[in-house]
């Protein structure tokens, strides 16, 4: 994903986060560049450090159009969902995909390909620069 860095802040134990803008929303996630990329384009990997747990950090939603956001202290991708043979599943967020690991219980039959929000803990994302 082609994302714009806003602004750096760091944090107690040294992390640095940014405010990324990308075509689909902005959000607030920890950063794995460096403090000059303050200003400039860039494009990232997401990691997120949660896993989907339907009904609890996921939910089915109507809206076809992909988003990223902050909701409180929580970041939400707003995604089409796909689910693979190995227990993973991937967001496609504007046609930048994340990588999730699926928690117990499993998912209902159905929401392979349906469209998700996914609402994890702003602490658990991370972008990655990398040259595209």
């Known amino acids: 994903m082609l994302v714009k860095v806003e602004a750096v802040q760091r944090a107690q134990q040294?992390?640095?986060?940014?405010?990324?803008?990308?075509?689909?929303?902005?959000?607030?996630?920890?950063?794995?560049?460096t403090p000059q990329a303050v200003g400039r384009d860039h494009h990232v990997e997401w990691t997120v450090d949660e896993d989907i747990v339907w009904t609890e950090n996921t939910r089915p939603c109507t809206d076809g159009r992909p988003e990223l956001r902050e909701d409180g202290g929580r970041i939400v991708?707003?995604?089409?969902l796909s689910l693979d043979a190995d227990g993973v599943a991937v967001l496609d967020v504007g046609g930048s995909v994340i990588l999730f690991d699926l928690a117990d219980p499993p998912l209902?039959?159905?929401?392979?390909?349906?469209w998700v929000e996914v609402r994890v803990a702003a602490?658990?994302?991370t972008?990655?620069?990398y040259e595209a």
């Open 14 to 33: 040294g992390a640095m986060f940014v405010r990324v803008h990308s075509a689909v929303g902005t959000a607030e996630v920890l950063w794995q560049g």
């Open 77 to 80: 991708f707003r995604g089409r």
């Open 108 to 114: 209902p039959d159905g929401v392979d390909g349906s």
């Open 123 to 125: 602490d658990n994302v």
């Open 127 to 129: 972008v990655w620069p």
